[in-house]
């Protein structure tokens, strides 16, 4: 097999080596089919089951309650940031944004095309380097949904409580940390997440919706954009992105087999602390998030000056390492340290760094 190196890209982002090898076995032909995933009928019988295992395995894997569907989109989290309001922003109603950074700038942008919004919570004063805290952040009484970004991918923080909204459905753009930690569905109106960050491959987004929620999609919406049709037909309104379904489909089996979310969260943590506790160890490091904010996800980072950090992101893609250079619109240096991304790249990228910092410290 050709060498992987560590892969710490934001998204499009690692995936289990398991599941690209089984990937790779099975592309020519499905055991049992003779036929690719991507060249059978999305209604055929094989397909029917690599989407309805997809779906159990999800209802497994996080406790799905009943009374919530689970679909399988296609426009990635961003046409999510139009479905939202589009279905669940009735007239005459209000919807909260918590505005934690760059993803929820973009969310309420296209809410306000739509109709009347709140923005509360707002940390942009500081970088979005942190979360709200309660005390900053005002609901609005019977609120159409409250939404938030469980993790901002770009600035590296990251929810580690649930907002103190008590009125309307929580709305969770989960796109970057999905599947990370323990999640009680049942505290939430609608979850959605593009694949490619910590599912599978881009072209496939998922939506968990609670079905009481599908009776606000108005029946004058455009079919492809209501989430009541997208239920209605299982997801197979249209021809669903059935190679995406498929891998996101062996990426939760991949969970499961860990050990599920309390598994992969005790792993996250480990990887998360041990790069926290490096960049924490000398003033050298520069992490950019407030502690109690940081993501177990995108560890973000910089150094003194531009010329160092320039220097770390050419001298680490020349050691081995992809994916470390910061977003173009913060600078610095970040570390997507996904689910599927290997506890070992955390540790020789560690050992890198106290490398890197003797010979410029
Ligand atoms: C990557 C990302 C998006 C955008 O996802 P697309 O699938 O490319 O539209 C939205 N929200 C968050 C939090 C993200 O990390």
């Given at each position: ?7 710490f ?8 080596l ?47 309650p ?153 029946p ?8 009541a ?22 990426v ?99 050992e ?10």
């Amino acid at each position: 097999m050709t060498e992987r190196i560590f892969n710490f890209s934001s998204g499009p982002a690692v995936l289990p080596l398991p599941v690209l090898v089984q990937v790779q076995r099975d592309l020519v032909a499905l055991p049992g089919i003779g036929m690719s995933v991507m060249e059978i009928s999305h209604r055929s019988v094989p397909f029917e089951a690599i989407i309805g295992k997809a779906e159990a395995d999800i209802r497994t894997l996080a406790n799905v309650p009943d009374g919530y569907r689970i679909l399988f989109l296609q426009g990635g989290a961003s046409l999510q940031f139009s479905m939202v309001p589009l279905n669940l922003l009735t007239e005459g109603r209000t919807a909260d944004y918590l505005m934690t950074g760059t993803w929820a700038d973009k969310a309420v942008k296209e809410a306000r095309r739509v109709g009347t919004v709140h923005e509360t919570g707002s940390t942009a004063a500081d970088g979005y380097n942190r979360i709200p805290t309660d005390a900053e952040c005002t609901f609005t009484p019977g609120a159409a949904y409250v939404h938030m970004t469980s993790n901002n991918t770009i600035e590296g923080t990251q929810w580690q409580r649930l907002p103190g909204a008590d009125d309307g459905p929580l709305v969770s753009d989960a796109s970057s940390d999905i599947f990370s930690r323990p999640i009680d569905i049942s505290k939430y109106g609608l979850i959605y997440a593009g694949a490619q960050k910590n599912l599978g491959p881009s072209g496939v987004t998922l939506v968990i919706i609670r079905e009481d929620l599908l009776g606000r999609s108005s029946p004058s919406l455009h079919t492809m954009l209501s989430y009541a049709i997208q239920a209605e037909n299982g997801s197979l309104y249209n021809t669903p992105p059935v190679f995406g379904v498929y891998v996101l489909g062996l990426v939760i089996e991949w969970l499961l087999a860990l050990g599920g979310l309390p598994a992969i969260a005790a792993i996250n943590e480990r990887k998360a602390g041990k790069l926290y506790a490096e960049l924490d160890r000398t003033g050298f490091w520069r992490p950019t998030a407030q502690k109690d904010s940081r993501s177990r996800m995108n560890v973000t980072f910089r150094l003194a000056t531009e010329e160092l950090e320039k220097a770390f992101v050419k001298e680490s893609t020349a050691a081995g390492f992809d994916g470390l250079k910061g977003h173009r619109s913060v600078g610095g240096m970040r570390a997507s340290i996904y689910n599927a991304f290997p506890e070992d790249g955390v540790d020789r990228l560690i050992e890198f760094m106290r490398d890197f910092e003797g010979r410029n410290g």
